[in-house]
């Protein structure tokens, strides 16, 4: 014994200093700070508008009256419209179905216009778009995850005209389409004969700042108790949209500098957690914006800097109030998606200017990663830039593989491939943030059950079994869902994320397999039924994601 002893020592100090040197590379790796990937040289059209789908298409779309895109429609069709600003013989597409697995996309046929519209995937798995301009703003579209499926149209399908709005999921199978240009209102779809209209809604018309507006697009977010959170300018209500009635009504954000469109911050709700506890507490994070004037001051040539600041509350508290937070970048039209771990990813968008045509200036090229859960001031992690500007009308959304798909970004009125400060973007990337690298692969979780396309229930137990090839901490697992939401002019409409709660214990189940049970929601105003993407997260490392139907 005594002779080894030596022998152990400097083993003992040999390990220590390669964990040092493990512990320092993977430091270096975690530092790293994501990865882009260029995925498509051009899909023809530019991302105004994405979705993505259970069958892992993305729909994505810019607008009708562009003028001829870059990907021509299948042989033979054109689109005749008269009412067409640009160009009333069309053959080119303005809609593409992006395949994630294949990288493969394929031209669709939209009819009418789509500009600045809205929507939500439904229940069973359809997108449901709405509104746009001109002869497309009270169109509703339907488009079904099926390889062959392409855009059916109903004219009048909406009571109102649809320009700018944000649409919402709700608990009741419905979506809802809230305010657009001119409209301070809001109205259902599909609709059902007392709620075939359109319904008040002033905090629209008192947020609307006179010439340059900044409460389009509003943020709309699904609070616990089943109110909607809608947020305008620089204020929020909570509101119970079955009785038309304000619940609650939010102190200005500090500073009150304007949000939404034409300043675009953009927003999320916090991951929802302790899903059984009874009292779940809801926070939204609202980022970026321009101070108020920017659109007028831009109007004249002046970029003013963008807003460097997010505001954080907890919109369940009885009395809420605003923790401001400071970027390390300023940033207007940046997209906010909630990735699978439940940090936030801040992307896209520019540091000076507004949206709208020629108005923004100086690509921010590089995300920032902000983790909810850090104490404040070691939230925001600046990541790795893409070399491609993705101004206004650019897009981002989640990807099942915990890719985030970018797209789009064209600020003219046509598309302009030369001699503009921001050509039109056709490539498609993706960023991969630090989780996907592949030196921590061995700590990566992968779901063996349920199967995807698995239906689950509401607040019913569900097995889940996973393999994990490294050494597994139990105590650093969590399961996730995110819904797929509607992402364009920054903001990711029906989008939310919920933590579902382990019971007992997480248990080995065969070589390198381990299961446990979760509780999935209780209920629709939480989880609005439809399909999510789930993941298990180890040690903030998600899994590839599954498609599961809550219903
Ligand atoms: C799109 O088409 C225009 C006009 O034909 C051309 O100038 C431009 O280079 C094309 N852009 C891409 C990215 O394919």
Not at 320 to 344: H, Y
Not at 507 to 534: D, E, R, W
Request: with cysteine.
């Amino acid at each position: 014994m005594n002779r080894e002893r030596p022998t152990s020592l400097i083993l003992c100090f040999l390990v220590w200093h390669l964990l040092l040197l493990i512990h320092h590379h993977s430091a270096v790796v975690n530092a790293a700070g994501g990865s882009w990937q260029l995925l498509q040289k051009s899909i023809g059209i530019t991302a105004m508008h994405m979705q993505q789908l259970h069958d892992d298409s993305v729909i994505i779309f810019d607008r009708t009256d562009f003028g001829p895109s870059n990907l021509s429609l299948p042989a033979g069709k054109c689109r005749n419209d008269p009412n067409d600003q640009a160009l009333t013989h069309d053959c080119t597409a303005h809609s593409v179905k992006y395949n994630v697995v294949s990288n493969t996309f394929l031209a669709l046929e939209v009819l009418t216009d789509v500009w600045c519209s809205s929507g939500a995937a439904m229940p069973d798995g359809r997108l449901v778009q709405t509104g746009g301009f001109n002869d497309g703003e009270r169109r509703v579209r339907v488009i079904l995850p099926c390889p062959t499926c392409d855009w059916q149209e109903f004219p009048n399908g909406l009571a109102a005209r649809r320009w700018y709005a944000t649409n919402h999921l709700l608990p009741d199978g419905r979506q809802i389409i809230i305010g657009g240009r001119t409209e301070f209102n809001y109205e259902f779809y599909p609709k059902t004969p007392t709620t075939s209209g359109v319904f008040n809604l002033p905090f629209l018309s008192q947020t609307d700042d006179p010439s340059q507006e900044n409460n389009l697009y509003p943020f709309v977010h699904l609070n616990v108790d089943g109110n909607l959170f809608i947020f305008a300018n620089n204020r929020a209500i909570l509101f119970d949209y079955n009785k038309g009635a304000v619940v609650k009504t939010y102190p200005q954000i500090p500073g009150g500098d304007p949000r939404n469109y034409p300043s675009t911050g953009s927003s999320v709700l916090l991951p929802l957690k302790n899903l059984q506890s009874g009292n779940v507490e809801a926070e939204v994070l609202i980022c970026g914006g321009a101070p108020r004037n920017s659109f007028l001051q831009a109007l004249r040539g002046n970029f003013l800097t963008a807003l460097n600041t997010c505001g954080r509350i907890k919109i369940t508290d009885a009395s809420p109030s605003w923790v401001m937070e400071t970027m390390p970048l300023a940033r207007t039209m940046g997209d906010m998606i909630l990735l699978p771990n439940g940090n936030v990813l801040i992307i896209n968008g520019v540091q000076n200017g507004v949206a709208g045509w020629e108005l923004g200036r100086n690509a921010v090229l590089r995300p920032v990663l902000y983790k909810p859960d850090n104490p404040v001031g070691s939230r925001f992690e600046v990541q790795n830039p893409s070399t491609i500007a993705r101004a206004y009308h650019s897009s981002a959304i989640l990807l099942r593989d915990g890719r985030v798909l970018v797209g789009g970004s064209n600020p003219h009125e046509k598309y302009e491939f030369t001699n503009v400060i921001f050509p039109t973007e056709l490539r498609l990337e993706a960023f991969s943030p630090d989780y996907l690298n592949a030196a921590v692969s061995n700590l990566r979780p992968l779901i063996l059950l349920p199967r995807t396309q698995s239906q689950i229930g509401y607040g019913q137990k569900l097995l889940l079994r996973f393999s994990l090839a490294g050494p597994v901490n139990v105590n650093a697992i969590s399961v996730n869902m995110v819904a797929p939401s509607f992402a364009t002019h920054s903001f990711s409409q029906s989008q939310r994320l919920l933590v579902l709660s382990v019971i007992g214990k997480i248990l080995p189940a065969g070589k390198n397999i381990y299961q446990m049970q979760v509780i999935t929601p209780g209920s629709g105003n939480l989880a609005p039924a439809a399909f999510y993407m789930m993941y298990v997260v180890h040690q903030a490392i998600p899994s590839p994601g599954i498609w599961v139907q809550l219903q």
